[in-house]
């Protein structure tokens, strides 16, 4: 089930932001390019949130772009990344943007199916969110490299 946000929880996230703005942090691959925006590894893929969540998406592609709500949470992502160079971005989403399709928060319980524990504790642990759509590269500060 995906959820979208609602503005009682874009306060929580952002609570200096515009009601329709989320701020959200990205670990960017080394392939990925922030001044030409972001885009996820296969738009037209049919993995689920899930699976996604769950499984990942290497060696498979996915239509989410994962990203976390705080810098604290973006930063115990990358303890534990063999990622080089680190790279992270902040973002700040315009939920109105005709780019955005959807914005899941993957830490809302009802996301994940009752049994699913690994990809709820991870994504709790990560504080993940998922983007559908392209993010622009207007969107996008590069805060560490």
Not at 24 to 52: F, I, M, Q, T
Not at 99 to 108: G, Q, Y
Not at 110 to 128: I, L, P, Q, V
Request: net charge negative; glycine share 4%; hydrophobic share 30%.
């Amino acid at each position: 089930m995906d959820k979208a946000y609602s503005d009682t929880e874009n306060e929580h996230l952002c609570p200096n932001c515009e009601p329709s703005k989320v701020v959200l942090y990205r670990l960017l691959r080394p392939n990925e390019d922030p001044s030409r925006g972001l885009y996820a590894k296969n738009p037209s893929s049919d993995v689920s949130v899930e699976d996604h969540v769950t499984d990942g998406s290497r060696g498979r592609g996915s239509r989410f772009i994962s990203c976390c709500k705080s810098y604290s949470a973006i930063e115990r992502f990358v303890a534990r990344t063999w990622t080089s160079p680190v790279r992270i971005v902040q973002i700040e989403i315009d939920k109105d943007d005709s780019d955005i399709i959807e914005v899941i928060d993957l830490t809302v319980p009802e996301t994940f199916e009752e049994d699913n524990w690994k990809g709820r504790n991870f994504a709790s642990w990560a504080e993940e969110v998922l983007v559908v759509g392209k993010i622009s590269p207007e969107c996008i500060t590069e805060l560490r490299e």
